[in-house]
């Protein structure tokens, strides 16, 4: 493996000089194309302007933009000059930026646009290192006025991009000769966490932390040369940085899109892409597009439809086990196994296999014709998506990781991928789940995850109090989830630490996997369970606008608008019934787990507001917001 990320780019450049590397979309909305080379050459024009520039080894430079095909080319830049990026979205707020840029010293940064200039010169006196500014996209003239002003050059990207070209004109190889200095163990990135309980803390990177999880995706998917990746997540998240890196080791490309059904599916069907990164959210909205359509049709489609699923999921959880597919918590029988399972499948088969030709074949069509997997990541897969995607012929993989662990530390692999998990620990890769006295469990029992590998981050930036308290001296890392192994070494998350809800009684609760049982139920789209230090569960319920229309329709329920119809009865009662049924001794939940009260909001939870750039919930500011809607749950 080479040391850093840009001598890895330069072997794979070499490898494949002429296979597309990007597709991105020009102003109009055509998909345009880089190659590998061409990609590789702009790296290292920008990489001499920014020598030319003043930039030196070990500096931090700020990266503030969403995903977009420059944002790469900035990213590999700075790397090969020695120097580590700050990355943040445009989403971040004017305080967020001030914390950050300010408090790891950035004298330079790439913004994307005009707005995010504002921002800086809004805070200017928070960031009194920051000099110059390279937007992604051209700003007016006002704008520049104002911030020569505040004594800040502001510079174009492609201007940033001409320097380095005379640079390079006057200087042959003088990035490649920087590039050559780099070592595994430097700083790379300094990634800021979402801050879903609090204060963002920096998460220090390097080079050695991104490289060593490579190898392992080769055991995750079967992909090859010029395949092409779907992508729409924010770039400056480690888990769809960590992606693209994987995507050039493999010599693959990318193409842009965005987290949005018609344009998503725009773009499949223009890119006809073989494989897609994403997070559970999105996968839920297709699967949700996809039944909506078939309802949409009615009549023998529907019936067909769902008859084809139905069949489908009972052929696949027949095959895994068949073919010791399923999770192996308490040690089970593979040959008992096999046996029950059988004579089940092969008489499954057949009417699997009309199936896939009638029905699911279609879906793959919709999907651009290549589809081939996906992998989701940045918070758990319900069961439900799980399955439909496994079952129709669309593999859907799920990974697990941290920003603090860069952020791979497990993925099913596609030739053993077994629903219940989130895969297999990658190569080099060690984890144990321990109890509350730190005695060390085995497989099946639940206690605190803890992992220890090449990816584990370097510490928080000048937090080492923080850092100690989760990174132990012998390489430690406590991750604050809670799960359990299995014989197989996978691993299955069943809650976090730090969201573990005390009730008044003494009974700890975790909330998430309430959340995601709920969340499985048609008439419910988001929802967040609260009750701490209080005598029993509630929870903020945001329903599915459609299918409780409809519901309405169905049963005469008058509508004079959205708002007042989450009042009536009628609805209130069927939402109730659902927290009933769902969360219950039957389901394998405890009596105390139950969720007694419920307020229905009628606005969905936004990222950057409720929720985290990976959909995460924000706890505390959920909490905060909806201080008086929680308050009247316990009265």
Request: aromatic residues 10%; glycine residues 8%.
């Amino acid at each position: 493996m080479e040391k850093t990320l840009p001598l890895m780019l330069r072997t794979r450049v070499k490898d494949s000089p002429e296979i597309i590397i990007q597709y991105y979309k020009d102003p109009s909305g055509v998909y345009k194309t880089k190659t590998y080379r061409q990609f590789y050459e702009e790296v290292c024009f920008l990489a001499s302007g920014l020598i030319e520039l003043g930039i030196k080894r070990q500096d931090h430079i700020g990266l503030v933009a969403d995903n977009r095909h420059e944002w790469m080319v900035a990213d590999f830049g700075i790397l090969s000059v020695g120097a580590a990026d700050v990355p943040r979205g445009c989403d971040t707020t004017v305080q967020e930026l001030a914390y950050i840029v300010g408090f790891t010293g950035c004298k330079l940064s790439f913004v994307e646009n005009q707005k995010q200039v504002h921002k800086i010169l809004s805070c200017r006196a928070d960031v009194p290192l920051l000099k110059t500014l390279i937007t992604f996209d051209p700003v007016d003239q006002e704008t520049e006025t104002a911030a020569a002003d505040a004594g800040i050059t502001v510079l174009y990207f492609a201007s940033v991009i001409a320097l380095g070209q005379k640079r390079e004109a006057l200087q042959p190889g003088c990035a490649e000769a920087e590039m050559d200095k780099g070592e595994s163990e430097e700083t790379a990135t300094i990634i800021f966490t979402s801050g879903t309980t609090g204060e963002p803390k920096g998460v220090v990177l390097s080079h050695r932390n991104f490289l060593s999880q490579l190898p392992s995706f080769n055991l995750v998917f079967d992909t090859k040369p010029a395949d092409i990746w779907l992508s729409m997540l924010a770039v400056w998240h480690v888990y769809e940085r960590e992606m693209e890196y994987i995507i050039f080791y493999n010599r693959t490309s990318i193409a842009y899109s965005k987290p949005v059904a018609s344009v998503l599916m725009a773009d499949f069907e223009a890119i006809k892409p073989h494989w897609m990164v994403s997070v559970p959210r999105i996968w839920e909205a297709i699967m949700d597009g996809i039944t909506r359509n078939v309802t949409q049709m009615g009549g023998l489609t529907k019936k067909l439809f769902d008859f084809a699923v139905s069949l489908s999921m009972m052929y696949t959880y027949f095959k895994d086990l068949t073919f010791g597919l399923l999770p192996n918590f308490h040690g089970r029988i593979r040959a008992l196994d096999a046996a029950m399972g059988f004579f089940p499948w092969l008489l499954l088969l057949p009417g699997r296999g009309f199936a896939q030709l009638l029905v699911f074949n279609r879906l793959k069509r919709r999907l651009g014709g290549r589809f081939k997997a996906g992998i989701s990541g940045g918070g758990s897969l319900p069961a439900r998506v799980d399955l439909f995607f496994n079952s129709v012929g669309l593999r859907l993989q799920e990974g697990y990781g941290l920003t603090e662990t860069a952020p791979l530390i497990t993925a099913r692999r596609f030739k053993r991928s077994r629903r219940g998990t989130i895969g297999q620990l990658l190569l080099d890769t060690e984890a144990r789940v321990i109890n509350n006295q730190g005695k060390i469990l085995p497989p099946g029992r639940n206690g605190l995850i803890h992992v220890k590998g090449k990816q584990v981050m370097k510490g928080y930036y000048q937090k080492p109090d923080i850092t100690a308290a989760v990174l132990s001296a012998d390489g430690w890392f406590n991750t604050g989830d809670i799960g359990m192994l299995t014989h197989d070494n996978e691993l299955r998350i069943t809650g976090r630490a730090k969201d573990t809800i005390v009730l008044r009684g003494g009974e700890n609760v975790e909330p998430v996997p309430i959340e995601h049982t709920l969340r499985e139920s048609p008439y419910i789209h988001h929802c967040m369970v609260v009750g701490q230090d209080q005598k029993y569960l509630a929870a903020l319920i945001i329903p599915r606008q459609e299918a409780i229309m409809a519901f309405a329709e169905e049963n005469n329920i008058p509508i004079v608008d959205y708002e007042l119809l989450l009042q009536q009865p009628e609805i209130n009662q069927l939402i109730a019934t659902e927290l009933t049924e769902r969360v219950s001794l039957k389901t394998g939940f405890k009596p105390f787990e139950r969720v007694f009260k419920f307020t229905l909001l009628t606005k969905p939870f936004e990222p950057g507001k409720e929720l985290s750039g990976k959909q995460e919930l924000l706890r505390h500011r959920i909490t905060a917001l909806y201080a008086r809607e929680i308050q009247r749950l316990f009265r």
